[in-house]
């Protein structure tokens, strides 16, 4: 099983600023088949980033995602009062497909 | 656009089995593209994929689970189940359902399941 792990835990950042999230994988990640969430607060996750660095229909493009092998980024270029949130990334190269244990971008 | 809704008890003795099942609108579950999966989420903490059936019906469970879950579809309702035997208070989470392919794309709003006697 591939373990990711997701850092920092907690990100505290000012609206406007940049966040950079990141996300290591324990093996190398098959076909860069690493995607990234956002959860906000008594909400599913919804999908961000696929296959890397795609953005799902209707992300802003102030999210982008980046790496391959084992590290991994999601960046958010400059946050907006709706992206803070709790992030996950999740590998579906290998069974099964795990997910990180989360970074929250809380406002500062 | 595919929507999806969970739907069952929302409370389970422990050593019971939990049921839950996910109705599919604005899309058919018969169709290929996507496999159905369900995912939970303890209380506070992280994503747990569960397992998940393809439109054929061929079943995929994550190992740590394996003998205590069952995913079927019901292609006349537009739905697909999740049974988890032998529960435990470990159990208890959110429940999502939510299609795959490779990453999960769309989900249900979740479901809390509770295991207490």
């Known amino acids: 099983e591939i373990v990711l792990t997701q850092s920092p835990g907690t990100l505290s950042l000012s609206p406007g600023e940049r966040a950079t999230l990141s996300c290591r994988a324990s093996q190398s990640v098959s076909s860069s088949y690493l995607a990234w969430y956002q959860q906000k607060p008594g909400q599913a996750p919804r999908l961000l980033i696929y296959g890397a660095s795609s953005r799902a229909t209707g992300i802003p493009d102030r999210f982008s995602g980046s790496g391959s092998g084992t590290d991994f980024t999601l960046t958010i270029s400059r946050l907006e009062p709706e992206d803070f949130a709790v992030y996950y990334c999740?590998?579906?190269?290998?069974?099964?497909?795990?997910f990180g244990q989360g970074t929250k971008v809380e406002i500062k | 656009q595919l929507q999806l809704q969970e739907s069952g008890s929302g409370l389970v003795k422990p050593s019971q089995t939990l049921s839950l099942t996910c109705a599919v609108s604005g899309g058919s579950i018969s169709s290929g593209g996507y496999s159905w999966s369900w995912i939970r989420q303890p209380p506070g903490k992280g994503l747990e994929w569960i397992g998940y059936i393809y439109h054929s019906g061929s079943t995929y469970y994550n190992p740590s689970l394996k003998s205590r879950v069952t995913i079927s579809v019901d292609r006349s309702k537009n739905q697909f189940s999740l049974k988890l035997s032998s529960v435990t208070a470990a159990d208890t989470a959110v429940y999502y359902c939510?299609?795959?392919?490779?990453?999960?794309?769309?989900w249900g709003q979740g479901t809390l399941v509770t295991v207490s006697s």
């Open positions: 999740q590998q579906y190269g290998s069974s099964p497909e795990t």
């Open positions: 939510a299609t795959q392919r490779g990453s999960f794309d769309y």
